[in-house]
């Protein structure tokens, strides 16, 4: 069973800068795909970014080249750093895994396993 945790939210001014992490454990191997979620109050859940067993990124085209997704495969720590953050980047963020990626993950589709969530606000 695999168990997220996600830290490092907070309140941050417009243009500042946050790091997410997400301990995940529970792993057998390095096949699964993680990803970052967010969901402003009153909108529905939307995936932002997903980085595959291989390494490879995908990013949502509202946070492409402000957030990179990385992960520390010794710590089994999932990273998101986000730059020149926004107000509209206010949310509850997540993160999830699974070992496929649903062709409809920009929706917050397919992931089976899920953190808590940790609140982001950016002021203007």
């Known amino acids: 069973q695999v168990q997220l945790v996600e830290s490092g939210g907070g309140s941050v001014q417009a243009g500042g800068s946050l790091r997410l992490s997400c301990a995940a454990s529970?792993?057998?191997?390095?096949?699964?795909?993680m990803g970052w979620f967010r969901q402003a109050p009153g909108k529905k859940r939307e995936g932002i970014a997903v980085?595959?067993?291989?390494?490879?990124?995908i990013y949502a085209a509202s946070v492409k080249g402000r957030f990179t997704v990385s992960l520390d495969n010794a710590k089994n720590i999932l990273y998101l750093q986000m730059n020149n953050l926004k107000p509209e980047d206010t949310a509850v963020y997540y993160c999830?895994?699974?070992?496929?990626?649903?062709?409809?993950?920009?929706?917050?589709?397919?992931?089976?396993?899920w953190g808590q969530g940790t609140q982001v606000s950016v002021s203007s």
């Open positions: 529970g792993y057998t191997s390095r096949r699964y795909y």
């Open positions: 980085i595959e067993p291989d390494d490879n990124t």
């Open positions: 999830a895994a699974d070992r496929v990626l649903s062709g409809a993950w920009r929706r917050a589709v397919g992931f089976a396993y």
